[in-house]
């Protein structure tokens, strides 16, 4: 039933985490950038699942399963810190929160 | 051209136009809309792949519950203040020359996977949410990762619970 | 679940469990008494410790080859519980002083310490990339726990991002690990690399994404940017628990790493790692330099140090000393944590509640008004630079001797050389302290003085008989 190459998969998991990549180097909103993580993440756990099944095991859909999980913790703890700082500071601009400068 | 092919190319397609969107986007809350179409996209994806199980996942956790609160993080912080200025910062150019440099360099790789072409023979017979769930709980297989998991969200609970009821306290 | 798993484990579940008592036992302490959760997150650390101990020697694999309990992880165990305890005993004071007590602070710490001591006995990628976000995401929370102060949450968030950043990369090299072997645990990985059936070139890939996104955490250049901002932000407790345990733990999951599942690529990548190295200790030496604030300069100098440890890894070209390179390099981690230690817990003396006195200039004339404790930062700082008779000259010794080894003439050359560097704003600090007229007024609060006090005393006399400590490091073998 299979008729996509896996290559095809792992291609556009490499395109995605580029794209996430990219936006986390670029971007200057605290949000925007952890949203950009989370593309990150998600290009990962395709490439997993397409090569757990190029490599016929579930091993590799567990391991998703498991970055699920530390995805929705760190979500947790990051919207966190980041609504407290735009409490203190008004603004989420990583280039303006820039109390700490040498 | 296969009609899984066609639907591959179809979501590869709405994945990336929609993660192009997230990272260029002005406004945060687009921003995260654009991330849930990308998030159901792979999920879409994960369901071509057999993995029905993590579809569902995808879509409960991903879409249900991280992009939730991203859109209730952005409705938190966006005052009108936020959504002007420059969207990027100052080193962008090199930025995006790296990550071209990065991507090139991952494509080389992969095209010389010997596995490059191979077509995804289909998983082993039977439930497969049965036998994720038994290697879950299986003290062989993924029972150790699973109660750390356990754990690291108590961790992440307590992390999160102090920060947000400080933050109020002010 | 049979017996031989629980016992590989057996500190770590002790330690879990504590920790979540702990949180509930919490609840019924009163708000001005949290000294009592002080000493019972203590007590459990002091009690792990105790049972780590007790494993000196044995070799159990648990949960399918998932963890492992050897003499390498032993010792790291016991050095990162050493680790906590200082934590908490240079935290004691301080966060009351500041504001920010709450019985929060030592069970994410003690949380902390459950990942990093999991990150040293992994077997398995899975449970490596568990470990390390468990002890990153109570370090997010700690960096940023004072909550008034626009600099701690300021730190937290930047180690948030940065942290989460890294973790992407370790997924993703992860991911084309698994692609290439088919297989996450190190054993697997390794035959499968072994016997030619791994695509070399995928896994070489997937190794290097790992080692980006470690390099995050340890803060090697070019993966150093936001570290000083971190370091200097985050309350200075948790600064010197970030400093120590997550470069232990870092560092020690690296090592693994490389030398059970890569073993044949980090003989490839040796080169790689030793101009990363190189760069480390350059950029760090030479920026610490400029800085005023001494938590900045502190930050830049764990910077250099993690260069310095990072030399260890060029050694691994040479497999015959890869077990050379692994003691020499946690016998260097001892050093630094014993001395980092000692160094955090005067800069906090000499803190005061509005984040004033932390400029070098505010060291002048604690040699006259504070002899012991000059004398206590003096023995620091010349620890630091690796000048006799302390324990950062033995560990420097050991570290350039299997470099040297290895034929890296160049690295071992560069070491010297930034060290030599290094000695120009350590021993200012120690000019600053004697030759320069002022008033310094310092907070004198028992459990601090006793940490500067005993790591004063441990760095000497450990350099005086190094050879049962270094013993003690050689037997620390993978298995």
Known sequence: ?102 | MTTMQVLFLFFAAIILGSAIKVVTTKKMIHAAFWLVVALFGIAALYAMLNAGFLAMVQIVVYVGAIAILFIFAVMLTRKELLDKGAALNNNKTIAALISLVFFGGLLLLLTNWSGFTKMAPDLPEGDMVAKLGEALVTPNAYLLPFEVASVLLLAALIGAVYVANEARSE | ?479
């Open chain 3, 1 to 479: 679940m049979n017996q031989a798993d629980f016992y590989s484990l057996l500190p770590i579940i002790v330690l879990t469990t504590w920790s979540a008592l702990l949180l509930i036992v919490d609840l019924f302490i009163d708000d001005k008494k949290k000294g009592i959760t002080a000493v019972l997150a203590a007590a459990g650390l002091a009690l792990t410790m105790g049972l780590t101990l007790s494993q000196t020697g044995q070799t159990v694999i648990g949960f399918n080859g998932m963890v492992i309990l050897d003499g390498f992880s032993t010792f790291v165990n016991t050095l990162l519980l050493f680790s906590g305890l200082m934590a908490i005993s240079v935290a004691y004071g301080y966060i009351k002083r500041r504001g920010i007590e709450r019985g929060e602070y030592y069970s994410l710490i003690l949380f902390s310490i459950v990942g990093m001591m999991l990150m040293a006995q992994a077997r398995d990628l899975i449970v490596v990339f568990i470990a390390l976000e468990m002890l990153s995401i109570p370090l997010y929370v700690l960096a940023a726990i004072d909550n008034s102060n626009a600099k701690s949450e300021e730190a937290g968030i930047k180690y948030f991002l940065l942290g989460a950043f890294s973790g992407g990369f370790v997924v993703y090299g992860v991911a084309l690990v698994f692609g290439a072997t088919g297989s996450t645990a190190f054993a697997e990985i390794a035959a499968s690399i072994a016997t030619g059936n791994a695509e070399t070139l995928l896994v070489l890939a997937g190794a290097a994404l790992i080692l980006v996104g470690f390099g995050f955490k340890v803060g090697a250049v070019p993966f150093q940017m936001w570290t000083p901002d971190v370091y200097e932000g985050a309350p200075t407790s948790v600064t010197a628990f970030m400093a120590a345990g997550a470069k232990i733990a870092g560092f020690s999951a690296l090592m693994r790493v490389f030398a059970t599942a890569f073993p044949d690529i980090a003989v490839d990548i040796a080169p790689v790692l030793a101009v990363i190295a190189a760069l480390t200790m350059i950029v760090g030496n030479v920026a610490a330099i400029a800085q005023k604030n001494i938590k900045r300069m502190l930050a830049y100098s764990s910077i250099a140090h993690a260069g310095y440890i990072l030399m260890a890894f060029a050694a691994f070209a040479n497999p015959a000393l890869r077990d050379d390179a692994i003691s020499a390099g946690i016998f260097y981690l001892v050093a630094y944590a014993i001395t980092s230690f000692g160094t955090w817990a005067i800069v906090i003396s000499l803190e005061k509640e509005d984040g004033k006195g932390l400029a070098i200039e505010d060291y002048a004339g604690l040699g006259r008004t504070k002899p012991l404790m000059a004398a206590a930062m003096t023995i620091f700082m010349l620890s630091l630079t690796g000048i006799p008779p302390t324990l950062g000259l033995i560990g420097k010794l050991y570290l350039f001797r299997v470099v040297v080894e290895a034929q890296f003439m160049w690295l071992a050359l560069i070491g010297i050389l930034t060290s030599l560097i290094s000695a120009y704003y350590y021993l200012r600090v120690i000019v600053i302290m004697y030759m320069k007229e002022g008033e310094p007024e310092t907070v004198s609060e028992s459990w601090l003085t006793f940490t500067w006090g005993a790591m004063a005393v441990l760095t000497v006399v450990l350099s005086l008989i190094p050879a049962s400590l270094f013993a003690w490091a050689s037997g620390a073998l993978m298995k």
């Open chain 1, 1 to 102: 039933m299979n008729a996509v190459p896996v290559n095809y998969y792992i291609i556009l998991s490499a395109i995605l985490f580029t794209i996430g990549a990219l936006g986390v180097l670029i971007r200057r909103n605290a949000l925007v950038i952890f949203m950009s993580i989370e593309l990150m993440l998600n290009a990962a756990n395709l490439a997993l699942v397409a090569f757990s099944s190029a490599n016929a095991q579930l091993d590799g859909q567990i391991f998703v399963f498991f970055i699920m999980t530390v995805a929705a913790a760190e979500v947790a703890v990051g919207l966190a810190l980041i609504v407290a700082v735009f409490r203190t500071k008004k603004s989420i601009d990583v280039d303006q929160i820039n109390v700490l400068k040498g």
